[in-house]
């Protein structure tokens, strides 16, 4: 592999973080209060209330798509468990 290609790769990753960044700053903030468990029975992390695909994916998600996700963990704090 030659120094180009390489500094390309290298460049796209940067860019890549900087739009992880900047996604993850342009929404509500994660849930996680760092009780990081899943409840067997729900699938749910105990501390959060997120099953493992929202957690995996909060990083990635749209603003409005974490704001869906807050509305579900509401939902699910007022049911059972």
Known sequence: MDESSEEQRRLAREKRREERRRLLASGPPSPC???CQ???QTGWCIGCR???DEIRDW???LPDERQAVLQRLAERRGGTR
């Open 50 to 52: 997120r099953t493992i």
């Open 33 to 35: 209060i760092s009780v």
């Open 38 to 40: 899943i409840d067997p």
């Open 59 to 61: 990083i990635i998600m």
